[in-house]
């Protein structure tokens, strides 16, 4: 009888046992890692969508163990602030322009420069291969994910500019190092970040502004403004970032962070492509609302460039002064320019 108890006592404790391994056990299942992501971008813009659709391809190819919620239009973290916030913590994920805090990058600034930059994909290449092999120590303190850079940027106003002196003490919005290209071009910069520009030109805060042909569908500048100038010779781009808190990226097994590195990549080409994409969108939407589209002679053209050439002497005076290899970076830059 003794005998008979122990046999089903064993027996319980196998059926246990069993339902111990077979049962899912939730204690032991894998967390799933939740992250926020900031953009200053409106919802519907399509840069907007496109940084919607690289969280969703992380979550996807994680298998939903990485879930991301995305705020647009700088509802979690003003664009002026979105690294810092992301340094902090506040924000895990963050995506804005380099150009937002002045003299935070300084060898990075380099992009920003007005190389006579011709389109997007090029830009977007280009700032991706300067990070890949100068590593800016400016950049330490956060997890790049990638960088990208929009195509040439354009004097768009609200009274035609034929010829520089037709800039002469206009109120133009710039930011970053395209302020100092206003300056140069005898223009008075108005500093606003791009969400604020339309109110700017609708107000008369600002005359005119510097921005890719995009913006003026993408943030409706075109109905504010009257005429773009095709100021390649003077064009500038801006750098932009997505980036991550260092800790929460150090946080992640290291199979998902291949996956972050991973879609990254891939997310470089697609942005560069949108940028050009959206600037002929930009050309469309800005023609069909009657402004003008004004090209510049040769001569003309000569004129801007020799205006806006002594910014790439001073940024290398600059970095040099404070021990950094800009004299190497610009090379970089217009030799990366001239062969692609």
Not at 28 to 35: D, E, G, R, S, Y
Not at 50 to 72: C, D, H
């Amino acid at each position: 009888m003794k005998r008979c108890k122990t046999v089903k006592i064993i027996f319980l404790l196998l059926i246990v046992s069993c339902c111990f391994f077979l049962v899912p056990n939730h204690s032991f299942a894998q967390k799933v890692i939740t992250l926020n992501y900031s953009n200053f971008f409106p919802a519907p813009h399509k840069h907007s969508i496109l940084a919607e659709q690289w969280s969703k391809e992380i979550e996807k190819r994680t298998n939903n163990r990485v879930k991301i919620t995305y705020f647009p239009g700088g509802t979690l973290t003003p664009a002026a602030q979105t690294y810092d916030s992301v340094v902090r913590g506040i924000a895990d994920i963050g995506f804005s322009c380099f150009a937002y805090t002045r003299g935070k990058f300084p060898l990075t600034e380099v992009i920003d420069l007005p190389l006579g930059y011709k389109n997007g994909i090029t830009a977007t290449r280009l700032i991706n291969a300067y990070y890949a092999k100068f590593k800016p120590k400016e950049l330490d303190d956060v997890k790049v994910l990638y960088l990208h850079a929009h195509g040439p940027g354009l004097l768009h106003t609200k009274k035609p500019v034929y010829k520089l002196e037709d800039v002469k003490n206009m109120k133009i919005r710039a930011t970053g190092l395209a302020s100092k290209v206003v300056i140069a071009l005898g223009g008075a910069p108005v500093g606003t970040t791009q969400p604020e520009t339309y109110d700017a030109l609708r107000t008369g805060v600002a005359d005119g502004a510097m921005s890719p042909m995009e913006a003026l569908q993408g943030f409706k500048w075109g109905e504010v403004i009257n005429s773009t100038t095709l100021s390649y010779a003077s064009g500038y781009s801006t750098g932009m970032y997505v980036v991550m808190n260092k800790s929460k990226w150090n946080a992640l097994p290291v199979d998902i962070q291949k996956i972050f590195e991973q879609v990254s990549s891939e997310w470089i080409e697609k942005q560069g492509a949108l940028w050009d994409q959206i600037e002929e969108e930009g050309k469309t939407f800005t023609l069909k609302r009657g402004n003008k589209i004004i090209p510049l002679s040769k001569a003309e053209e000569a004129r801007w460039a020799a205006k806006v050439r002594p910014l790439l002497d001073e940024y290398v005076k600059a970095a040099k002064a404070k021990g950094l290899p800009g004299d190497e970076a610009l090379k970089f830059c217009l030799d990366y320019l001239k062969k692609n």
